[in-house]
């Protein structure tokens, strides 16, 4: 973004910026290719191209290229070897004519006009490109007021009228403490003297309220224009004194007829250059809009003039139309008028509407009898003094325009061009974004006006193009440089018909078989491969968006090799005509292999720990279970507790091979967690334990984290308690299984005697039995 400062404006130019082919302008990425590029054939096509392209006008810059050579990125140019003072790259500017301070005050200023706006005046030399220049508003102090009290004075107004006559002297009084120059003036309407829109019966043509409750009315009249603005207040109060209210016969009234001759009868009015002008417009009922007048035969349209008679009265009313709404903004906007909708709370949201379509615009409801009018447009004012919003007129077709406001909290708005809740005295800027969206006819200067709302300050702004080139001016017709057949432009021969080349050397005749043979590699292959034009018997490679083609039949070039990941050459070789030429340090076809060794050297000084090989500079693990950028994880290897256990003795007890802080420091980085109870549920952790110089036991796990860190859990001391006598749980043991067996042998030996004795005692039971029954009686027989 470049600055430029000129007296009090800082004046802020957006310069496009790009990086090789991507463009990023406007918070969008536009991507260029060589074809867009290569689509001109001139330096002026190439301009319209895109806001950043440039034109090479060097008269040996592109041999051996088509002539779209010329057109390309100014930087890419350069490194093509083209001259910077050949480079045809216009750009935009900003010039400020007028640029007078800001005022702080309005009423007793001083200076002979009030400002408000700055600058006033600039200049744009635009290319095809995008702009930022810088306005500043400010709601200068006690600026003067004038304010017009148009008022409906249709018979349902009466009690309003009633209520408005002292209205004066209390609006002046409260008016004053904003501004110590305040005019007030005032016009009635009722609506147009006419069917249908008011009685026409002769007896109602003087008194349309004849046969009615209040019995005097006044005839019915369109816009009367009855106090010019004046700061003698009690005028206006004798004035409002005077009036009666009439009648008309439909509920719309005329009152836009009399917005409008208030707006555009601006000396009948007495409107003041330097002044607020407020348009109060106090109604009970909705207004006639254009057309409606076609029921009473007006076909006419409104033509936007001042036609108040002798008697400031409108003296059209019965022969035009109503205006439009859009007929309306135009006038209030060109004579910078606030109108203020004083409006009954039923016709709160149709008047709401009214003002989203009419700039600088407000609403305010109003009591049925007007008592709230002072708070009214007390209220209105405040409002109208809160806020600045930018308004574009003449607004050229071939130019956009984008808006972004700072307000009072100083925090850029981009879309928005107006700023709210501001304090009289505040300074708010905006910065404008313009674009041309091409070139209009040569000679073509355009005006826009840049305009606060409501303000009669402005911005004028003057627009010229930068859409030819410095180098046209010098064109040489019949050059010799074109064979005198041609006219040298730009760098470039523009031959006459029937004759081709960069130096219009060949005629279009040449171009036969025997000379299109020149361009081809081989008897059936394509001619210039495809990749270019023969232009004279010599090949004329393309431009790629990829890169560049080259060769005598344009059969390289430097973007067809080997990728890696996407990257041509793995960014560590260059591509010469299809094949990968690799830096020092790398090999393979695509260059990705690094023959570097030092990446895979591990911690210990081992190469990939042990545990792998080093291929292309990366550690490839062969043990299994191991990982790792040198495969120095390895929680199932044999040796991981042996590993492990120096790390802990250092870390924790400073003993071991690895006790120098220094060593320890730099071989041992795994996270140790210490505890005084090590669980080992975790199936992923090792358990490992050793014996230290003091017949201790100490234990640890060792498990890897998600996050690939090494996690050492041990415990805080190692267990030293006394272990048992050897022999004497030898002898324990021999002993216990000596009693165990001398006891089963006494119970065997009881078991036996008990068993022994029974059989014994049955025994002699036996035998005392078998004693008795030999003694017993033996049966004696005797023979005869």
């Known amino acids: 973004m470049e600055e430029r400062v000129s007296q009090h404006l800082v004046v802020y130019v957006y310069s496009t910026a790009y990086s090789g082919e991507i463009a990023l302008r406007s918070r969008n990425i536009i991507f260029l290719s060589h074809s867009n590029l290569g689509s001109a054939t001139s330096c002026e096509e190439c301009l319209l191209i895109h806001p950043s392209c ?7 810059f592109g041999r051996g290229r088509t002539l779209t050579s010329r057109c390309d990125f100014s930087q890419n140019l350069q490194k093509r070897g083209c001259d910077s003072r050949f480079i045809e790259d216009p750009h935009s500017s900003i010039s400020v004519l007028t640029n007078m301070p800001l005022s702080s005050k309005g009423s007793g200023s001083t200076q002979y006009d009030v400002i408000q706006i700055s600058p006033q005046n600039i200049s744009l030399s635009l290319r095809p490109d995008q702009t930022w220049f810088g306005v500043q508003v400010r709601q200068v102090e006690d600026y003067p007021v004038d304010l017009y009290y148009l008022m409906d004075l249709s018979l349902s107004m009466k009690d309003d009228l009633d209520t408005i006559r002292n209205l004066g002297t209390k609006l002046a009084l409260e008016m004053g403490k904003l501004t110590s120059n305040f005019r007030l003036g005032f016009g009635s309407f009722v609506d147009k003297n006419m069917s249908p829109f008011s009685y026409t019966a002769p007896k109602y043509q003087e008194n349309p309220c004849s046969g009615w409750l209040f019995p005097n009315c006044v005839p019915t009249f369109g816009f009367r224009h009855i106090l010019s603005l004046t700061d ?20 719309p009234e005329g009152g836009f007829d009399a917005i409008l001759q208030a707006a555009v009868c601006k000396e009948e009015i007495g409107w003041r250059k330097e002044a607020y002008h407020l348009l109060v417009f106090a109604t009970d009922d909705v207004p006639h809009l254009a057309l409606d007048g076609r029921l009473g035969g007006l076909v006419q349209p409104h033509d936007g003039r001042c036609h108040l008679n002798d008697q400031n009265e409108y003296s059209a009313s019965t022969k035009m139309d109503y205006p439009s709404l859009a007929l309306l903004g135009e006038k209030l906007a060109e004579n910078n008028i606030f109108l203020i909708f004083a409006v009954t ?59 972004t406001a700072t307000c009072q909290d100083g925090k850029p708005l981009p879309g928005l061009r107006k700023c709210a809740d501001l304090k009289i005295g505040d300074t708010v800027s905006f910065n404008v974004s313009v674009e041309a969206r091409g070139c209009p006819p040569r000679g073509t200067d355009q005006r826009f006006t840049i305009k606060p709302v409501g303000f ?13 080139c410095g180098c046209s001016r010098t064109a040489q017709t019949n050059s010799s440089i074109c064979s005198s057949i041609g006219t040298y432009n730009c760098g470039t021969c523009h031959c006459e018909p029937g004759y081709l080349g960069a130096r219009c050397e060949c005629q279009e005749g040449e171009a036969s078989s025997m000379y299109l043979s020149a361009c081809r590699e081989a008897e059936g292959k394509q001619i210039c491969s495809g990749r270019g034009e023969c232009s004279c018997n010599q090949c004329l490679c393309y431009e790629s968006e990829f890169g560049k083609i080259y060769g005598s039949f344009c059969e390289c070039d430097d973007f067809s090799c080997a990728r890696h990941k996407g990257i041509l050459c793995s960014g560590h070789g260059e591509c010469h005509c299809g094949e990968c030429k690799c830096h020092a340090g790398y090999i393979g076809d695509n260059c990705n292999c690094s023959t570097e060794t030092s990446s895979c050297i591990s911690d210990d000084g081992k190469m990939c720990s042990g ?18 950028d040198t495969c120095e994880k390895c929680p199932t290897c044999p040796d991981a507790c042996g590993t492990k256990r120096e790390c802990i003795e250092c870390r924790l007890f400073n003993s071991g091979r690895l006790a120098d802080n220094q060593t320890c420091q730099r071989l041992c980085k795994d996270e140790i967690i210490t505890v005084e109870t090590l669980r080992t549920e975790d199936p992923s952790a090792v358990l490992c334990l050793y014996k230290t110089d003091h017949d201790c036991v100490m234990k640890f796990t060792y498990s890897e984290h998600a996050s690939g860190q090494s996690i050492l859990t041990a415990l805080k001391e190692p267990e030293c308690g006394g272990g048992p006598d050897a022999l004497m749980v030898l002898l324990a043991v021999v002993g216990s299984i000596l009693l165990v067996g001398v006891v089963l042998l006494a119970v065997w030996k009881l078991v036996i005697t008990i068993h022994d004795r029974r059989e014994f005692s049955r025994f002699q039971n036996a035998r005392s039995r078998a004693r008795y029954e030999m003694v017993s009686t033996i049966p004696i027989t005797s023979k005869v």
């Open 232 to 251: 003698k207040v009690d005028r206006f109060n004798e004035e409002v004194q005077k009036q009666m209210v009439s009648r008309n016969r439909d509920a």
């Open 611 to 628: 545990r792998g090989n080093c291929v292309c500079g990366r550690c490839q693990c062969t043990e299994p279970g191991a990982f790792g």
């Open 54 to 60: 440039a034109w090479c006008a060097q008269e040996d």
């Open 456 to 468: 009669k300050d402005r911005l004028e702004v003057l627009v010229d193009y930068q859409c030819d």
């Open 345 to 403: 709370k039923r016709l709160y949201v149709i008047y709401k509407n009214f003002t989203a379509l009419i700039p600088g615009t407000t609403v305010e409801i109003l009591d049925q009898d007007s008592k709230n009018v002072i708070q009214l447009i007390i209220t209105a004012y405040n409002n109208i003094r809160s806020k600045v919003e930018l308004s574009v007129w003449d607004h050229p077709e071939d130019i956009s325009l984008s808006f």
